[in-house]
T-cell receptor, first 113, second 115 residues
């Protein structure tokens, strides 16, 4: 069955530190992968997506993600975190043959000043 | 400019009193979705439309209904809200299936509180 796992429920980093949020997927074919960010009380905003081609994907707000097929991972990174990055982050995969998108359970990021 | 617009952003309703949430899109996408998101949880798909073709998730309560009068608009009707329906309701759109490389775009959400 297709699934997405975000192993870290909460992550706390200091402002200016680097960030990596983990995402693992289970998918039989070529996955279409997404990262979304959700600020409190807001909808989900697309950060970046991977469909094919270059495995290092650049997104908005200085985020990037790397697709590693051998590890079934699509980890999100940022070299230097800003206080405004505090939010919930969701990894998702487009489910094959359906209109569904499978979401991970999310990682809540806290940024220390 | 917002591409998926939800109204109202915040709604408080009484237990059992019907409520309607609305969604409009400027993307001209074929697919419109309604998700329910409870605190600190991932969004849960309630149903979706492909054009006028309605698709209900198996575990969506009968209390939840939807209407899509045209491409741009979609409504979520909760006929008799219970306290457990307090949640954020997210409308989203996509051009087609996620498994064929279509991106899903979300609105800002409608916070519903049932008292």
């Amino acid at each position: 069955a297709q699934s997405v796992t975000q192993p870290d429920i909460h992550i706390t980093v200091s402002e200016g530190a680097s960030l990596e949020l983990r995402c693992n997927y289970s998918y039989g074919a070529t996955p279409y992968l997404f990262w979304y960010v959700q600020s409190p009380g807001q909808g989900l905003q697309l950060l970046l997506k991977y469909f094919s081609g270059d495995t290092l994907v650049q997104g908005i707000k200085g985020f990037e993600a790397e697709f590693k097929r051998s590890q079934s991972s699509f980890n999100l990174r940022k070299p230097s975190v800003h206080w405004s990055d505090a939010a919930e982050y969701f990894c998702a995969v487009g489910a094959s043959g359906t209109y569904k998108y499978i979401f991970g359970t999310g990682t809540r990021l806290k940024v220390l000043a | 400019d917002a591409m998926v617009i939800q109204n109202p952003r915040y709604q408080v309703t009484q237990f059992g009193k019907p409520v309607t949430l609305s969604c409009s899109q400027t993307l001209n996408h074929n697919v419109m979705y309604w998700y329910q998101q409870k605190s600190s949880q991932a969004p849960k798909l309630l149903f979706h439309y492909y054009d006028k073709d309605f698709n209900n998730e198996a575990d969506t309560p009968d209390n939840f209904q939807s209407r899509r009068p045209n491409t741009s608009f979609c409504f979520l009707d909760i006929r008799s809200p219970g306290l457990g329906d307090t949640a954020m309701y997210l409308c989203a759109t996509s051009r087609g299936q996620g498994g064929t490389g279509n991106t899903i775009y979300f609105g800002e959400g409608s916070w519903l509180t049932v008292v």
